[in-house]
C-alpha cells in the first residue's frame, strides 16, 4: 500500500508493532485511544501479547481488561459508536485489513468489509463513526491508491470521498457531520484538508512543509487537534475550524492520535515520552498532563522447578493484578497459569514436579485475607488447601513432600501491622500444627534436606536475624548472628547452603552462608532483593527478584556472583 508522507510516524510505529522481528520481543504499545460517549471509558490498542488487540480502561486508569482475543494478526484503531453501544476497529486477522465491529461486553462480533474479487482491494484501516453513527468513513486502496471512502455501518452503499492516487486518510466527521477532515500528502503545502461529506468543496485547513494527520474536531466543532512535526519532533496541536490560531500543545518526548473527550474538556493521546507508547490525558488547552496507563509491570517470587526445566514465577504484565507464570530458565516461552482478582503470588512446586503450592486472596473480598492453594504444573486443577481466617502465606514444601510451611499473619489493631508465626500442615490440608508462639515475627520457612528443621528469619531483639528450628520439639537455635537485618532464607537442596537478604552491605543483596564454617560470602551488588532466592538443584545458581531498575525484575546468579543475568524486562515493557 502506498503511504502518503505525512503518514511516515504512524506507519513506522505501525509496522514496529506488528513486525516479525516484533514477535520475538515486543515493545509493549498502548496507543490509539477512543473515548466511550458516557467520557468514563476509553478503548485503545495495546501489543502487550504481541499482536495487538483492544483493551478497555476507565478514565481514571482503573478498571482495565482486555476486550479482543484474536489469535492471529492485530485490532488496531478502535472507535467507540455515538450510541455507547458498538466498537469499530479494523483488524488483519484474516489477511488484509478489513472493518470489525465488537460490543463493549466482547459480544456480536462483526466483519463489515469484504476484498472486492473486481478490483484490487488491498485494505480498509482506520475507520472513525458520522455524528448519528450511521456512516462510517474510512481508508481503502480498493481504486488503487489510498484515498477516504464513506459507508453504512452495516457495511454497504459504499462511496469514494477523494479522488486522487494518493487521497489520503484517518478522516474524522465534524460534529454536525457534514464535512470530514483527512489529512493528506498530496500537496507539499497543505496536509490537513476538509470536505464535504458528499466530496465537494475541499478547503485546506493547514499549510507548510511539515507532516501532519488525524485530525479531530473538537465536541463544538470549534477546534481541531493533530499532530504534526513542523517543529522537528511529533507534537500535538490544535487549530481554529477556519485554520488559524495554530497552538502546540505537547512538547515532552513524542506525541500522536488525540482525540476529544465527549464534554471537549479533555484530550486524550498517546506519547513515548517515558520510552514507551502509554496513553496519556491533558486538559483541552494542554495543561495538566498525566500518564493513563503503564505498562512497566513487576515479576517476582521465581522458583526453579525440581528437574530445573522451569521457573514458576508471579507477574502484574497482562492488566496489573499479579498472576502465576512459568517461563523456561532462559527467560522465553512464559506461560499463564492462573486468572484470579487479587494476588496471586509465592508460588512453589512440590517435590514431585507435579503441582504447585501459591497464595492467593481469591476467595476474599476484605484486605488481608489470603489462603494457601494448590494446582497442577500446567495451571490445572486448581484449589484451595485450607481456609483460615488471617493471612496465610509463603508455603514451602517439605524435601520428602510430606509438609507444607508457611507462615500466617493476624492483624494487630494497636500497631496496624501483621504479626506473624510459623506452622505447618500436610499436603492435604489437614494436621495442622502452630510451631511458634510469641512477638518475634518469624517469617519466610525453609526446609533443611534430610532433617526435620526448619531456617527463617525473625526479629527478637529489634533487627531480623536467622534462625533454626527442630520441628519436632520447636527448639530454635540461632543459625547466624550479625548486626544488620538478614531476611527470606533459602536452604540448598544439599543443605550445606543458605542464601539469605541482608542490609549490611547496603540496602539489601544476596548472600550465601556456608553452614558448616559460619561463613558468609556476597553475591550481589547494588540491587534491592524483593524475594526468597531460589537454589537450583546442583546448588551452583541462584534465582530471585530484585527492583534494580524500579520495577521488580527477575534475575539468576552464580553462587559465587559470577554470570548475573536477568531473565525479565517489565521495566522495558518486553515479554
Not at 495554530?246 to 484530550?267: F, H, M, V
Not at 509491570?297 to 496489573?320: E, H, L
Not at 504444573?377 to 509438609?403: E, K
Amino acid at each position: 500500500m502506498a503511504t502518503a508522507p505525512g503518514f511516515r510516524v504512524l506507519a513506522a510505529v505501525t509496522a514496529f508493532a506488528s513486525g516479525a522481528g516484533a514477535q520475538q520481543q515486543q515493545v509493549f504499545l498502548n496507543i490509539n485511544p477512543s473515548w466511550s460517549p458516557d467520557g468514563r471509558q476509553l478503548v485503545f490498542e495495546s501489543a502487550r501479547h504481541g499482536n495487538t488487540t483492544l483493551y478497555i480502561i476507565n478514565a481514571d486508569g482503573t478498571g482495565e481488561h482486555r476486550l479482543t482475543f484474536t489469535g492471529y494478526g492485530d485490532d488496531t484503531h478502535p472507535a467507540w459508536s455515538p450510541d455507547g453501544r458498538t466498537i469499530l476497529f479494523d483488524s488483519n486477522r484474516d489477511g488484509a485489513f478489513h472493518l470489525y465491529t465488537i460490543r463493549p461486553d466482547r459480544t456480536d462480533e462483526r466483519r463489515l468489509t469484504i476484498r472486492d474479487s473486481s478490483a484490487s482491494f488491498q485494505f480498509a484501516r482506520h475507520p472513525t463513526w458520522s455524528p448519528n453513527g450511521r456512516q462510517i468513513a474510512f481508508d481503502s486502496d480498493r481504486d488503487g491508491g489510498d484515498n477516504v471512502y464513506t459507508m453504512r455501518n452495516d457495511g454497504t452503499d459504499t462511496h469514494r470521498l477523494t479522488t486522487s492516487g494518493n487521497g489520503g486518510g484517518h478522516a474524522s466527521w465534524s460534529p454536525d457531520g457534514e464535512r470530514v477532515v483527512f489529512g493528506s500528502g498530496r500537496d507539499t503545502t497543505a496536509v490537513i484538508w476538509s470536505i464535504r461529506a458528499d466530496g465537494t468543496d475541499r478547503r485546506a485547513l493547514a499549510r507548510g512543509q511539515f507532516a501532519g494527520a488525524a485530525a479531530k474536531y473538537s465536541p463544538d466543532g470549534r477546534r481541531l487537534v493533530f499532530f504534526s512535526e513542523r517543529e522537528g519532533v511529533p507534537s500535538l496541536y490544535s487549530i481554529a475550524a477556519d485554520g488559524t490560531d495554530l497552538r502546540r500543545l505537547t512538547r515532552e518526548g513524542t506525541s500522536y492520535e488525540a482525540t476529544w473527550s465527549p464534554d471537549g474538556r479533555q484530550i486524550a493521546f498517546y506519547s513515548n515520552r517515558t520510552g514507551r507508547y502509554e496513553l496519556y490525558l491533558m486538559d483541552a488547552d494542554g495543561a495538566n498532563q498525566r500518564q493513563l496507563t503503564n505498562t512497566a509491570y513487576g515479576n517476582a517470587w521465581p522458583q526453579w522447578s525440581p528437574d530445573g526445566s522451569r521457573i514458576v514465577f508471579s507477574s502484574s504484565r497482562d492488566g496489573g493484578d499479579w498472576e502465576l507464570y512459568t517461563m523456561a530458565p532462559d527467560g522465553s516461552d512464559a506461560r499463564r497459569l492462573t486468572s484470579s482478582p487479587g494476588r496471586d503470588a509465592h508460588p512453589m512446586y512440590l517435590p514431585s514436579g507435579r503441582r504447585i503450592v501459591f497464595q492467593s486472596p481469591r476467595d476474599y473480598a476484605r484486605t488481608g485475607e489470603v489462603d494457601v492453594y494448590t494446582m497442577d504444573a500446567d495451571g490445572s486443577r486448581q484449589r484451595r488447601l485450607f481456609s483460615h481466617p488471617g493471612f496465610d502465606g509463603v508455603p514451602v514444601p517439605s524435601p520428602d513432600g510430606r509438609w507444607i510451611a508457611l507462615q500466617r499473619g493476624t492483624f494487630d489493631s494497636t500497631t496496624k501491622d501483621f504479626h506473624w508465626e510459623l506452622l505447618v500442615v500436610d499436603t492435604l490440608g489437614g494436621n495442622q500444627r502452630v510451631l511458634t508462639a510469641n512477638r518475634w515475627n518469624s517469617q519466610v520457612p525453609s526446609w533443611r534436606p534430610g532433617s526435620e528443621e526448619l531456617v527463617f528469619y525473625a526479629n527478637p531483639d529489634g533487627h531480623d536475624q536467622l534462625f533454626a528450628m527442630t520441628v519436632a520439639t520447636r527448639a530454635v537455635r540461632p543459625l547466624h548472628v550479625s548486626r544488620a537485618n538478614d531476611t527470606a532464607p533459602a536452604v540448598s537442596l544439599d543443605g550445606r547452603f543458605v542464601a539469605f537478604n541482608s542490609d549490611r552491605d547496603g540496602p539489601g543483596d544476596l548472600y550465601v552462608l556456608e553452614v558448616g564454617l559460619g561463613r558468609v560470602s556476597r553475591v550481589t551488588t547494588g540491587l534491592a532483593m524483593r524475594s526468597q532466592p531460589s537454589w537450583s538443584r546442583d546448588g551452583t545458581r541462584l534465582l530471585f527478584s530484585a527492583t534494580s531498575t524500579g520495577v521488580d525484575e527477575v534475575y539468576v546468579v552464580g553462587r559465587d556472583g559470577s554470570g548475573l543475568r536477568r531473565l525479565t524486562h517489565g521495566t522495558d515493557g518486553i515479554r
